[in-house]
């Protein structure tokens, strides 16, 4: 019999994010020290027996490959491009948020899908997974902290002041789009309620691979796009298809509901974009100057960035995309290329480990690693693993009907646009 142990999701928010960040250390290699001495570790799920806290990565390591041997083919392991190397040397697949939860509904023999990565994506996973399947996230304070920047009250407060203010129309049946044509978009990095919102309300998903397609297909729809949670990829991917700096606005969530965000009623009737004022921590740190600095040292440099960058970081750049165009364009490069990279820094280390015929370094020389993808810390692996294999499931991610369902469409949605 399978036993299901209650998860416990913990609140991930930009000041623990920031603390860990503090507590990290560039000066030394990213490998794993035992869970007990990793200094963020008050800030992780505690619930996690006493027995895997100090052991190191290679008893760890051994724990983990004797797990997997248990479980043989009825569990599968993603790992994110930004999971530390201890956790991607299990890992089956390897990629981004959107292709891993592709995977997840490809890999329909696997019975568990150990998703390392954070909750968003997880979620994202269990949606697309097929009924038989269940998802589990090694450490449920694996957040992310953009996500939660839009947290699902503050958008359904939005969304309730554009209507009252009469930029959308509260009588347009649910689904069937608006009249006054505003679109909720909502970045793959966000809550499954979101995704499931925009789903009942006309509005679709995008990757920072699909950005400007789903831009498309939202303006064939609608006048307007409600877009969240990263302000940065929205407005970059407003300029890329022409949209003026005039014609994109802010909402400032932390403002009083009747604040409309910020704006003038004129400002929100003239926006095209209505932008969330959301970012990622670990991409808003790279600066212009850090691509002058590398351009100054490195003649001839091409400077690659995500865009989930500022403005002004991706119009510095030679070249800005998703982390599989970045991983691509990289590993395609001719021997002796040279890239400064403006991505997270696992990601950036394995490729300079992977293409040792090319210069690959990270813009920000003492970049951390995404505080909320390090908390996998492989001890959590290992106990998770170690409990599916004793009959237990430990920290399952399980949607609602509804909520899986409406989130379903908005993917979907994206899906048929790719
Ligand atoms: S890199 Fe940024 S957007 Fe991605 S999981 Fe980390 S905090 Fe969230």
């Known amino acids: 019999m399978v036993l299901k142990l209650a998860p416990t999701p913990l609140p991930v928010t930009e000041r623990a994010v920031l603390n860990e960040a503090n507590a990290c250390t560039t000066d030394r290699p990213l490998d794993t020290r035992p869970l007990s001495e990793e200094r963020a570790f008050a800030f992780w799920q505690k619930d996690i027996p006493e027995a895997y806290w100090g052991l190191d990565g290679a008893a760890l390591a051994d724990r983990i490959a004797e797990a997997r041997r248990r479980l043989g083919s009825r569990c599968v392991v993603l790992g994110h491009h930004y999971q530390r190397e201890d956790i991607i040397q299990f890992a089956d697949y390897r990629g981004d948020s959107f292709n891993l939860a592709r995977w997840a509904a490809e890999r329909g023999d696997a019975e568990f899908i150990v998703f390392c990565g954070v909750h ?215 021997a002796g290329a040279k890239f400064a990279v403006g991505t997270e820094i696992n990601l950036v280390s394995r490729l300079a480990r992977e293409n040792p015929d090319k210069t690959v370094f990270c813009l920000d020389p003492v970049v951390c690693p995404c505080a909320t993808m390090y908390r996998i810390h492989p001890a959590y692996l290992a106990w998770a693993l170690d409990e599916l294999a004793d009959g237990r499931i430990v920290n399952q991610i399980s949607l609602d009907d509804e909520t899986a369902r409406d989130a379903k469409v908005a993917l979907e949605r994206m899906l048929a646009v790719r």
Not at 123 to 137: F, G, R, Y
Not at 252 to 259: I, K, N, Q, R
């Open 120 to 334: 968003f994506m997880a979620e994202s996973a269990d949606i697309l997974s097929q009924p038989h399947q269940k998802v589990v996230l090694p450490n449920m304070s694996a957040g992310c902290s953009m996500a939660d920047m839009a947290d699902p009250d503050d958008v359904y407060a939005c969304w309730d002041e554009l209507q009252a203010a009469g930029i959308t129309d509260p009588s347009t049946p649910a689904g069937a789009g608006l009249r006054a044509g505003v679109i909720p978009v909502t970045y793959m990095n966000s809550a499954a309620s979101l995704k499931a919102f925009c789903g009942r309300n006309g509005g679709i998903v995008c990757t920072s691979s699909n950005a400007p397609k789903v831009y498309d297909w939202a303006f064939e729809r609608g006048s307007k796009l409600l877009f969240f949670p990263d302000q940065h990829l929205g407005r970059n991917t407003g300029l890329k298809k022409g949209i003026g700096l005039d014609e994109m606005t802010l909402w400032d969530y932390t403002l009083p509901f009747g604040s409309l965000g910020g704006n003038t009623l004129e400002q929100l009737e003239r926006a095209r974009v209505i932008l969330w004022k959301g970012h990622c921590s670990v991409h808003r740190r790279f600066s212009v100057a850090q691509i002058e600095k590398a351009r100054r040292e490195h003649p001839g440099i091409t400077v690659i960035v995500h865009p989930e960058c500022t403005m002004e970081v991706v119009q510095a750049a030679d070249m800005d995309g998703s982390t599989e165009f970045i991983t691509r364009t990289i590993t395609e490069a001719p």
